[in-house]
């Protein structure tokens, strides 16, 4: 008789771990014979090796001050494990550029802090690509858009502003243009010390809009003792500081009556805001009492 696999039934056959021993026995074990067959285990083979996955993959928009440097990590897993390189968006490698740019063996691009005056384009401009590759595959980061900006010193003020008592009235923080991508009102501050922070609620006397301004309602002539000030937050260095001014209310006693009209005399307008921010539809009214209500 044989067994499953082919040989005598006398073979005694012993599994250890990939390896099958086949030791031959008799009545009295008077001759032994020791054979050792090999079988690849293919099943195994097969789930030990996989393509490169990626585990990070570095961000779309990539922005930084030349005051900070960032570091943008691409880790890939994969048997074997994926060698990572870095590319321009056309397809050509990119290599270490001393004191500006950095490709680690382990896979992160570092753009180290660096002067305004060593700022180059080809470096602190560019669109990248994070390659992983093994021999099963390769794959490629999406697009990553990579901007450096030299910092400057910015002043932001808040000018004063005229409404007609019981009306409501927008304070804004003035951002300078080169600066506006990347400072955001975090609060606002007034003279007697409150402060009033970014909020959802949109109910109160005091509201802090997503855009920064500051909406002060039903204004009374208390309101026009205090000053306000505005508090920004530099997103790429995280500077905070408070605006170089103080913005003011001109509060004028309503005159006659009116009836309501809108504050924008515009019939058509278009807001632009970034998918990722909130956006508020003010609808602002200006409004003025007379003895008869109107």
Partial sequence: MSNKIGFPSEYLIISVENKFIIKMVGGLLKASLLLTLVIENTVRGQSDTS??????????????SNTTGTKIICQSRGVPLPNITWTKSN???????????????????????????????????????????????????????VRAVAIQSYRVVVDEEQVILGNEVLLKCDIPSFEA??????????????????????????????????????????????TYKCRTKHRLTGETKLSATAGRLVITEPIGGTKPKFSLETK?????????????????VNKNHNSNGL
């Avoid at 058509?268 to 602002?284: F, G, M, V, Y």
């Fill in 51 to 64: 393509g490169p996955v990626f585990i990070q993959e570095p961000p779309n928009n990539v922005d930084f």
């Fill in 91 to 145: 397809g050509e490698p990119i290599f270490t550029v001393p004191g500006l740019r950095q490709v680690m063996e382990n896979g992160n691009l570092i753009l180290p802090p660096f002067r305004a005056s060593d700022y180059k384009q080809e470096v602190h401009a560019q669109t990248y690509r994070c390659i992983a590759q093994n021999e099963l595959g390769k794959i490629q980061s999406r697009d990553v858009h």
């Fill in 181 to 226: 991508d990347f400072v955001t009102v975090v609060n606002w501050v007034d003279s007697e010390g409150l402060t009033i922070s970014v909020n959802t609620n949109y109910d109160g006397k005091y509201v802090v809009l997503p855009s920064g301004e500051l909406q002060i309602r039903n204004v009374s002539a208390e309101d026009g003792f205090k």
């Fill in 268 to 284: 058509t307008l278009t807001i632009s805001r970034a998918s990722s921010k909130t956006l508020a539809l003010l609808c602002t």
